[in-house]
């Protein structure tokens, strides 16, 4: 007949510390958890921005039939959009 002792024996105790989820050290300020939401939302501002302005303009070209009328202004909007993004990324860190 199996033992139920034999089976809770059968792995290591853990330590007591270890129990713990989170211990007091490991809490952040309010404010330095402010700062890293704002600064990931800023980062997918940014990540938006590539996308949509620098990134979909040259898909759309190169899937549809019709010639750029103005490759200036669609590459200047293209490189202001990717310039922007990058500004964003800076001032997120």
């Given at each position: 007949m199996d033992r139920p002792e034999a089976i809770v024996t059968a792995f290591p105790a853990a330590p007591l510390?270890?129990?713990r989820m989170f211990s007091l050290r490991d809490r952040k300020s309010p404010r330095e958890e402010t700062a890293k939401l704002t600064a990931t939302y800023v980062n997918g501002m940014a990540i938006g921005m590539v996308v949509v302005g620098g990134v979909a303009?040259?898909?759309k070209v190169i899937v549809s039939c019709y010639?750029?009328?103005s490759i200036g202004s669609f590459l200047a909007s293209a490189m202001v959009c990717i310039g922007l993004s990058?500004?964003?990324h800076f001032v997120a860190r």
């Amino acid at each position: 007949m199996d033992r139920p002792e034999a089976i809770v024996t059968a792995f290591p105790a853990a330590p007591l510390g270890s129990l713990r989820m989170f211990s007091l050290r490991d809490r952040k300020s309010p404010r330095e958890e402010t700062a890293k939401l704002t600064a990931t939302y800023v980062n997918g501002m940014a990540i938006g921005m590539v996308v949509v302005g620098g990134v979909a303009p040259f898909i759309k070209v190169i899937v549809s039939c019709y010639p750029v009328s103005s490759i200036g202004s669609f590459l200047a909007s293209a490189m202001v959009c990717i310039g922007l993004s990058a500004a964003l990324h800076f001032v997120a860190r």
